[in-house]
């Protein structure tokens, strides 16, 4: 793949695996990050940064086979973050060495605020090394990408040494972090007129930014970037990230779209160009949307922009009529133009295997024979239940079945609940541990969700303090199936867990073993670092 500097789109470069995975409780194990990895492939994305190959031999094994299995010919580029430090470059070359397009980003602060209390180096310090290390990544691969930390709050001389001398020194792209969500949007249009005025040698790379979402401000600071000349953008899918996250790929992309006659003139394009501003299938978003989410256990707040369970809901007596009237009165794109399924009746329990398939496929779901035959047997159990079933259902259930397992992990067997205003509420559960014995045990809690709980810990025996507990409605109705998403805290680490039923204790019960589930494997291949210069968390 060969991105040209004078480029008339936007790249879409997405740090959902690193980046995004710094959200607390978002920890991924590799067989999940290459899950993900697939689908951003098949949403478009240009470039996928796929971890930091230094950080732990989890994330070294994670980008490394993210660049065997994605990162094919004609596949999305594959990139490691490194810090400007010979270990960590070599640990992102031998990563992503597998890629058909590898690249190293590769990065060190130049704030005043971060030379003084953080690295404790002079500018001239941090010059030497952005020259030396840039030029030390670029022995391993043609791609090399460097961003100044806290570009943002860098006094803008110092920034301009920085980048040339980075660009001298072999960089391809330059990225500017707007690390702590510092920015407005017309400081950002600011900053990067400047560096295109006092840059000498910025015409021979690609112009990139990466926006924080601190103020609120990422979506809109990355859009002021494009209007003054950036061609690429480091954001993640549903916008998560370090503390409030990052600029939302999905806002970004769909802003491009909706409003092209807007963008396109920044573009060199006529106002009329139909011809999309990136690469995108937009249509793939919704599906994207929902794989993140399951698989880090973060849900999407329900006023999100674009994949917001209430994107496309009117409540409202007048917005309600003006839609029916006319949907764009109050609509300003489809709903099916990001894969948003339509919620309507389509199976039930006299439906069969090929139409169960057929309607996945509709969906956008590829299952295996495997997976296929978990989630018609779940979908089967779940339409017993349920009178109606609808394609937010079968969403549910196909995600709750083909999420990723732990392998030789615990397994629950059964599950009674004894709850009422005049008992203590109790539960008794049976669990299938790794070594498969068959263990039994009951427990009275608070409420029934408490009791199975305390149960399951006594079984389980893995030291843990539940910090979040959420349910969420899957459709409407007394019927309707219930998501539980649960975490758990470990020390300093956070493991999530999800599951649907329409008996919301016993998907509480299922969310809670595969939070632990999670735990346990991190117990089991917990292994030192590398390195201890690799313990580390970047923006």
Known sequence: MSIQPQTDRVIIFDTTL???????GATLNVEEKLAIAHQLALLGVDVIEAGFAAASPGDFAAVKTIAQEVGVSGGPIICSLARAT????QAAAQAVQYAAHPRIHTMISTSDIHLKYQLRKSREEVLAIAKEMVAYAKSFVDDVEFSPMDASRTDPEFLYQVLEVAIASGATTINIPDTVGYCTPKEMAMLIQGIREHVSNFDNVILS????????????NALAALENGVRQVECTINGIGERAGNAALEE????LQVRKPYFNPYFNRPVDSEAPLTNIKTQEIY???????????????????????????HESGIHQDGILKHRQT???MEAASIG???????LGKHSGRNAFRTRLQELGFQLSEADLNKAFSRFKEVADKKKEMSDWDLEAIVRDETQIQVENAFQIEHIQV?????????ATITVVTPERQILTVASVGTGPVDAVYQAINQLVKIPNQLIEFSVQSVTGGIDALGTVTVRAQHQERIFSGQASDTDIVVAAAYAYMNALNRLYRYLQQSEPTVSADFATTVH
């Open 18 to 24: 690193r980046d995004g995975e710094q959200s607390p």
């Open 86 to 89: 010979r270990q960590d470059i």
């Open 209 to 220: 930014v990466h926006t924080q979402n601190d103020l609120g401000l990422a979506t809109a």
């Open 252 to 255: 970004i992309v769909m802003a």
């Open 287 to 313: 599906k994207t949307s929902c794989l993140v989410s399951q698989l880090t256990g973060m849900q999407v707040q329900a006023n999100k922009a674009i994949v917001g369970a209430n994107a496309f809901a």
């Open 330 to 332: 109050y609509e300003i």
């Open 340 to 346: 948003l399924p339509e919620n309507r009746i389509v």
């Open 418 to 426: 004894i709850c009422g205003d005049s008992t203590y509420p109790s």
